[in-house]
């Protein structure tokens, strides 16, 4: 043994006796150990067992040592190999004997199971089921239907027995079988598939159930189904039979036939018994079941009424299929004998005047002596089908209302206006020859602008007259409500009709619908005709903003802390053939793009043609606004012939919220105060000029002032300066100067602008400044003891009296004054 097999922690076993001899019996051969000691490491490959290959065993499955370990025993080796071998041929047999006994419990234990389990999981949606060729026992069948939620293996599913169908009856909450059918195989992979089969012969099970299950069908909203058959499912080459398919499906009714529509309605011409009828209905089946009916017929009755006016029978082969079905019919509308007429007065209004109704259809029966499971599902069908009436019936071709007054004034009348015409005439033409008279009509008009539907006006039943011979109705509306729809939009679109009627200077137009009532006359005797159709346009002349406004004059009547208040008689033209009452409104008084107070029109009526108004104006600016304020009250009491305001509207001119769109358009430019003040406000001044006054700087000037206002005036302070102009040097120089406060000096005001004087004679006290041109302004008189001299003051006043309005009055005019030396 090497050195390295010892240091490795190895010691090679030496053979014995023994273990000569089994490695004999293994059919090994071998040298003596010492010719192996002596042999190179090339020279000690292991050596073959007789009769084994173990070429295809991976030796790292046996435990043996590595083969290159130095000092390896080929004894030892080949005892290994052995060991491998047969813990191979003990799995092989394992293997075995797992697949023999498990093979057969997945193929008759787990397959069937499996697809039990997911014919059970699985869920079944009917897309379509038509009945087809039906005959008293049997029909028929084109079936559509979505297989889910089936599993996720692919799989055939054929039917081993024919599939039952039951219905889940709700007046015994049980089910009743209706029919069985054969289906053939179909295809499920990727967790379903869909049942899409033409199945012919199935057959009724019991036709009393199967009646009693088409009129629930016909008449509900929904029904249940269950399906009961046996099946087979083949899946992943494997067949299992016997599984059980027990399915319960919701589906559709047909919902009574709730949307049936009149496609077309005609009278063509008499028959023996009546009028013949011509009628196609769209009827839509909600219900994925379809039936063919082949012949049906109905009963027809004018709603609220007993008497039945006629009958109606569909024409060829009739099929209900899902969805939308147009079925042309045809019948008599019968004579009828009642006793006041009534059916017959009915039966002439829906036809004469095109009105959209209803008439109710009770069903009578189907081809039901060949199949009598149809029958019940059709006979006391009610159906409630909604009737147009002929074209022909339309007796107005036109409408014109050529005024109109709205009137805003009452309560809630925002978005609820009465509306008032003397004169509405209306153009109509009857489809028959005989003399119609009409003594009465009341209207339901629907106004709408730009498409958008406004509102309604209802008018109650009035005089009215009009004939067939003329082709013309007159009638009138008074103080009727046009009741603004309460939407958004339609009070948006009210907002708007009326901004383009304030704003427009040609024609603004609008539209009407709707439909009138009349009481006539005939030969048939009187007749109530309701529902007569019309649709024609409203044409409105503008108001074009009211530009054509005047201003007659302005008095200043009175003040408060609040204001100065004037009266402003003006001229309004109004174009329009609109009268327009608002109630009060209220604008804003600008002077120089600058607000300075409000116009107040109370109780706004706004006829057509010339209006003259009494407005008011209150005087109010802001501190902002106060300087160009008091330039318009200088200009004014000034007599300033160029002083002009506007007057604009906006949307706080109006409470009511439908008008303030229309209102904050008015803007009425360049309006003159009416006639300028031409008298000055300082009629009259003098003083006296003493020795002693001249010594004391100081002396009295008694003053008659003028008040141009209707209002008192009340003066608290008073700043003067007397100028006199040197002619010779064109150089003004203040003689005399007034500086007083707390006057408490009240103007009384005129009436009727005719104004009024006032002599305050001992309360001005005027500074002497007894300079050089002083002396110079007095000699300058001649001895006329009159100077001409300009009066620059700041008057401190209350319009109103002492409780007025407070201003501060920039004045200056020319005077002359007289002095009496003394």
């Known amino acids: 043994m090497s050195d390295t097999a010892t240091a490795a922690g190895y010691t090679p076993d030496v053979p014995t006796a023994a273990s000569e001899e089994h490695f004999a019996g293994a059919g090994f051969s071998h040298p003596n150990m010492e010719d192996v000691e002596s042999q190179s490491q090339a020279e000690r490959a292991p050596l073959a067992v007789k009769g084994d290959d173990f070429s295809d065993v991976d030796v790292q499955d046996v435990d043996a040592p590595p083969p290159a370990m130095p000092g390896f025993h080929p004894f030892t080796q080949a005892w290994w190999n052995k060991r491998r071998k047969n813990k191979a041929m003990i799995a092989g047999a394992a293997l075995l004997i797992f697949n023999a006994i498990m093979i057969p419990i997945f193929i008759f234990v787990i397959l069937p199971k499996l697809a039990q389990h997911y014919i059970n999981q699985s869920d079944m949606r009917i897309i379509s089921t038509n009945i087809t060729n039906p005959n008293a026992t049997s029909f028929d069948v084109q079936l559509d239907a979505i297989i889910s939620n089936a599993g996720p ?52 099970v019991d036709v009393n159930n199967f009646g009693r299950f088409n009129h629930y069908m016909i008449n509900n909203a929904e029904f249940t189904w269950y399906l009961t058959a046996s099946v087979k499912v083949r899946t992943l080459g494997l067949s299992a039979s016997g599984i059980s398919m027990n399915k319960t499906v919701t589906v559709a009714g047909m919902s009574g036939f709730q949307n049936v529509s009149i496609v077309s309605f005609d009278l063509p011409k008499d028959d023996n018994e009546g009028i013949y009828m011509s009628i196609t209905n769209s009827l839509f089946n909600p219900s994925p079941v379809g039936v063919q009916l082949d012949l049906i017929s109905f009963d027809v009755y004018i709603p609220g009424n007993d008497t039945k006016i006629g009958s109606i029978t569909s024409l060829g082969t009739t099929y209900l299929a899902p969805g939308t079905n147009v079925i042309p019919f045809n019948g008599t509308l019968t004579h009828t004998y009642h006793h006041d007429k009534i059916v017959e007065s009915n039966l002439f209004s829906l036809y004469l005047g095109g009105t959209n109704t209803s008439l109710n259809v009770v069903g009578t029966g189907t081809n039901g002596g060949e199949v009598p499971w149809l029958t019940p599902g059709v006979v006391g069908l009610k159906l409630n089908v909604p009737f147009v009436g002929n074209e022909k019936g339309r007796l107005v071709k036109s409408v014109t209302v050529t005024d109109m007054t709205l009137d805003f004034t009452g309560q809630g009348a925002s978005f609820s206006p009465l509306v008032t015409s003397k004169n509405v005439s209306a153009v109509f033409k009857s489809p028959f020859n005989f003399p119609i008279n009409i003594s009465q009509s009341a209207q339901n008009i629907v106004l709408s602008y730009e498409g958008v539907g406004i509102g309604v006006i209802d008018t109650p039943m009035s005089p009215s007259n009009g004939s067939t011979l003329t082709g013309i109705l007159t009638t009138d509306i008074v103080g009727v409500p046009l009741a603004v729809y309460n939407t958004p939009a339609a009070q948006a679109a009210f907002k708007k009709f009326q901004l383009d009627v304030t704003t427009s200077t040609g024609n603004v137009v609008a539209h009407m619908s709707g439909s009138a009532n009349v009481n006539a006359s005939t030969n048939i005797g009187p007749l109530a005709i309701d529902g007569l159709l019309f649709d024609s346009d409203l044409t409105i002349k503008g108001l074009g903003g009211l530009v054509q406004t005047s201003v007659l004059n302005v008095t200043v009547a009175s003040g408060t802390p609040a204001g100065i208040v004037m009266n402003i008689p003006v001229t ?80 706080a001119s109006t409470a009511l919220t439908s008008l303030q769109p229309a209102l904050s358009t008015i803007h009425l ?27 004391a700087g100081e002396t009295f000037v008694d003053v008659v002032l003028y008040n ?38 009240t103007m009384h005001g005129g009436v009727n602008n005719q104004g009024a004087t006032t002599a305050v004679n001992g309360v001005f006290v005027m500074q002497l400044n007894l300079g050089a041109p002083s002396i110079r302004a007095l000699l300058s008189t001649s001895g006329t003891n009159e100077l001409e001299v300009t009066i620059r003051s700041v008057i401190g006043n209350k319009v109103g009296g002492v409780n007025g309005y407070p201003i501060s009055l920039t004045y200056s005019q020319v005077s002359t004054t007289r002095f009496v030396s003394a």
């Not at 209707?710 to 040197?726: F, G, L």
């Open 572 to 651: 309004i033209f109004n174009p329009s053939n609109v009268e327009l009452r608002t109630g009060t409104v209220v604008f804003d008084m600008v002077y120089a793009n600058t607000t300075v107070g409000t116009v107040t029109m109370p109780n706004l009526d706004l006829q057509m043609g010339l209006n003259t108004l009494v407005s008011q104006a209150l005087y109010s600016p802001s501190p902002a606004a106060s300087a160009k304020g008091l330039e318009l009250l200088t200009r004014y009491v000034t007599g300033d012939p160029e002083l002009r305001v506007d007057v604009v509207g906006s949307t």
């Open 669 to 695: 430019r360049d309006l003159s105060l009416g006639a300028p003040i031409t008298k000055k406000l300082i009629n009259s001044t003098s003083f006296s000029l003493s020795l002693n006054q001249m010594i």
């Open 153 to 204: 293996f692919p799989a055939d599913v054929s039917f081993s027995s024919p599939v039952l169908v039951s219905w889940l009856d709700p007046a015994i909450n049980s089910p009743v079988a209706l029919l069985t059918m054969d289906p053939y195989t179909f295809h499920i992979s990727g967790g379903g598939g869909e049942l899409l089969q033409n199945i012919s012969d199935a057959q009724v």
């Open 708 to 745: 141009p206002f209707d209002a008192d005036i009340y003066i608290t302070d008073m700043n003067a300066d007397i100028v006199w102009t040197n002619p010779a040097l064109g150089q003004d120089y203040v003689i005399g100067r007034i500086a007083q406060s707390g006057l408490g000096i």
